[in-house]
């Protein structure tokens, strides 16, 4: 595992740029998408505040877009439009900031029964996924699909495959795997996914809710050092890992425990 990255959604990350300083690690930035209301007012001034304190900073670099009730596979065209206008604002601020990657999710929704859905909804990723591509290539980004709801990794690994572009990879979260699709192991994931993996967010759970909780937590379900990180290792390409769990405590145990 060579490239770790911490994950922060504050708009001050002045303590997480010190600790990822600190132990030679990047930052995923993700107030610019969990704060989806900061994309109508006020983004710039905090871009201005985030390139001055990243000035001189040679970590890895990432950005998580935004998510909140946007639908890139609408059938409405207007929301779609919408989705459309907040990833490519996200894309104008990573490349301003210096990121490489940015974070996007597809919302798939698993309780639809419907195989029509998945088949309406792989399509429409597609047509959406292929018309940001040139975007992306523009502002010379790497984009990366992650996992939310997705109960199988070929839902997400469809898309990628029909797209068929260097530019649009595949964000894994582990901890989604193991809370939204207990029906297939995390080895399944990295296997259908391997190929096109640049991306991934690691943090634990106990088993009910999406906890971000560090890597070694006490009832933690996930267990990194016997399961997922020899599934990372072993990658030819490996993905850039985001510790993702904004909790300064949280973070420097994990990089202890990753002896970092």
Not at 54 to 59: D, H, I, K, M, Y
Not at 162 to 181: E, K
Not at 196 to 202: F, G, P
Request: charged share 20%; net charge negative.
């Amino acid at each position: 595992m060579e490239t770790i990255l911490l994950a922060t959604y504050r708009r001050d990350i002045r303590r997480h740029l010190e600790l990822a300083q600190a132990h030679g690690a990047g930052l995923e930035l993700q107030i610019y998408g969990y704060e989806p209301n900061l994309l109508d007012e006020g983004w710039r001034d905090l871009v201005v505040q985030h390139k001055a304190l990243l000035r001189g900073f040679e970590g890895a670099l990432a950005l998580h877009g935004a998510f909140y009730d946007l639908c890139p596979a609408s059938l409405d065209r207007r929301v779609a439009a919408l989705a459309r206008e907040r990833f490519l604002l996200n894309l104008d601020i990573a490349a301003e900031l210096g990121a490489r990657h940015v974070v996007f999710h597809t919302d798939f929704i698993p309780v639809v029964p419907n195989p029509f859905y998945r088949a309406g909804w792989t399509e429409r990723q597609v047509v959406f996924w292929q018309g940001m591509v040139p975007e992306i290539g523009q502002r010379r980004l790497t984009v990366a699909l992650e996992n939310l709801w997705e109960p199988q990794p070929d839902i997400v690994g469809q898309v990628l495959d029909q797209i068929n572009s260097p530019l649009l990879g595949a964000c894994l979260d582990v901890g989604h795997c193991y809370l939204y699709a207990p029906a297939h192991p995390l080895a399944d994931w990295v296997a259908r996914l391997s190929g096109r993996l640049v991306h991934c967010h690691l943090n634990n759970h106990g088993g009910r809710y999406d906890d971000h909780l560090p890597l070694d937590a006490p009832g933690g379900v996930i267990r990194y050092r016997e399961d997922v990180l020899p599934l990372l290792n072993g990658l030819a390409t490996r993905p850039w890992c985001v510790l993702e769990m904004d909790d300064l405590e949280h973070l420097e145990r994990s990089l202890r425990y990753l002896g970092r």
